[in-house]
Each structure stands twice: as C-alpha cells, then as structure tokens.
C-alpha cells in the first residue's frame, strides 16, 4: 500500500483533520517489477551470441590466423549467432507491436484457409528437406475471422515452425481446421485449429508457462534450433488482440496439440 496524508484545512490557520489516502499498489510493483525482469532478459538473450561472436573475432585474429577450414567453420558459428540476434528483434519488435494494439480490434475479413494453405506452402519444401511431413486436415470451404491476416499468419507460422521443430522428426504435423460452437467463456460459432504434432510433448509442469517470454523447457535444445523463446508470447497476444483463445495440450512422449479458437464472422 502507498499511503499518503495530507492536512486538510478550511482555513489557512487551522487544522480541520487530516486525510489518509491508501493506494493499493501491488498492480503498479508488478508491472515495474516485470518490466525489470524483461529488460534483464533482454539483456542476457542479446549478450549470449554477441559473447561468443566476440570470442570467435578473438580467435580468427589469434590462433587461427593461418587455419582457413577453422575460419570457414568460426565464420559460419558466427554468421549463425548474428542471425539468432536478428531475429530476436525482430521477434521483440513483433512482441511490442502486437502490445500496443492489443485494444485495438482488427477489421479486415480474413480466410482463414488461405493462411493456413500459405502457411504450409511457404514451410512445406524445409519440411521435406529434413525429412518432416506437413499436412492439412479437416473441413474444406471458407473459414471466416475478422482480424489481421499477416498477425495471424505469424500466429500459425510460429506454432507450426514449433511443431516440426519440436514434433516433427518424420512424424507428419497436422494442421485440422473445423467450425464449431465455442465452449465455457466463449460462446458462439468459432473457428478452431490444431496444429498437431507426434514429437516428445511437453511436461504438464510447464503448460502454464510456456507462452511467457523466454520461457523455454530446454534452453540449450531451443537455442540450437535457433529458438528466441518468444515465439509463444507473440502468438498468445495476437489471440488475445483477436479476442481467441488458445489451448494447449500435451501428452509427454506421444506429442502436442496446440488449438487456436477464433470467433467466426
Ligand atoms: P522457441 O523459440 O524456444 O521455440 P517458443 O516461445 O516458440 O520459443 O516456445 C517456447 C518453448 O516451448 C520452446 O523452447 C519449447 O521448449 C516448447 N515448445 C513449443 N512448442 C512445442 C512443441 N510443439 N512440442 C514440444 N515443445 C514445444
């Protein structure tokens, strides 16, 4: 609580009482204590490739000065870790746009079988380079939301990116759309999809946390595919700014089931 007291006078020479004022401010301690922890964890997530690009300079100037297989091999480390740092601006930016807007309801009709069938065109080649399976499942015909189509691209580029990171491994992943009636808090017709996938799942433990920021089950594994660990953070907050839900369920060692539920237009 934030207390503040203040003299309260009818005239300028006497004392009528005072008046104490009781704020409660835990709302405002969470915020800034959420903005500290952000802005430390932006810090560590940038500084962690620039330490070990800064170390592979040392080196190419150092001891493999004469060694070009070395500095092929240091120049690729490197060129690898610059990339990670781009895309997790990119990925910050995304983050803060979506943010700011959240309050704003986004206008455009959009179909929803379009984005999933340039999602899986634009992912399918990489999919099969490494030997992963990407399909599109459920009902055919228009599936109509009102929202903000590249937002929403993102939302199913990110989860499906996850699926054939994390599930993928010769198991096809699953994109099924159906329409049907909205359940608990949300009611009405809505558009649903599953992005399947049939990879190691996820602990039960963690479900809570994964959308937050940099929230990762396996940093080391995350940061070698090339992870941000925001990619959930940015989906949850395209969701909400559409007025969805999204679920997420998950059996350990049979796979992950992530459901986007968007109100029909
Ligand atoms: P990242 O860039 O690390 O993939 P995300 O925010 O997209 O960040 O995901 C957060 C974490 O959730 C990942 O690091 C991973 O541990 C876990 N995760 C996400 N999708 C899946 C999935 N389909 N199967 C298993 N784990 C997943």
């Known amino acids: 609580f934030r207390v503040t007291i203040r003299p309260v006078t009818k ?16 709302h405002l301690r969470e915020a800034e204590e959420m903005r500290r ?10 500084r962690t490739p620039l330490t070990a690009i800064l170390g592979f300079i040392e080196t190419l100037r150092g001891p493999a000065r004469n060694d070009a297989v070395a500095q092929e091999r240091f120049l690729g480390i490197m060129e690898d870790e610059a990339r990670r740092m781009n895309r997790m601006i990119q990925d910050l930016l995304s983050l803060s746009r979506v943010e700011g807007q959240e309050r704003m309801r986004p206008q455009e009709t959009v ?14 080649p990489g999919a099969e380079e490494t030997g992963n399976q990407l399909q599109i499942d459920g009902e055919g015909g228009p599936l109509p939301v009102t929202g903000d189509a590249d937002q929403l691209t993102q ?16 198991r096809p992943v699953i994109l099924r759309a159906s329409r049907t009636m909205g359940t608990g808090t949300m009611k009405g017709p809505v ?26 089950v396996d940093t080391h ?10 990619g959930l953070a940015i989906v949850k907050h395209i969701v909400n700014r559409h007025r969805g839900r999204l679920r ?10 992530f459901s986007v539920i968007l109100p029909t237009s």
Do not use: C, W
């Open 11 to 26: 005239s300028t020479v006497r004392y009528d009482g005072v008046l104490l004022h009781f704020q409660d401010i835990t």
């Open 37 to 46: 922890d952000f802005v430390a964890n932006v810090s560590h997530e940038l």
């Open 111 to 124: 179909d929803l079988a379009d984005v999933l069938s340039g999602v899986v065109a634009s992912l399918k």
């Open 155 to 170: 939302v199913f580029l990110n989860l499906t990116e996850n699926a054939l990171k994390y599930g993928g491994g010769g």
């Open 191 to 216: 558009i649903r999809v599953d992005v399947i996938d049939r990879g190691d799942g996820i602990d039960p433990l963690h479900l809570p946390r994964l959308t937050e920021r940099f929230y990762r």
């Open 221 to 230: 594994r995350s940061r070698d595919m090339g992870g941000t660990g925001l």
């Open 248 to 257: 997420i369920s998950s059996e350990p060692g049979q796979g992950s089931v």
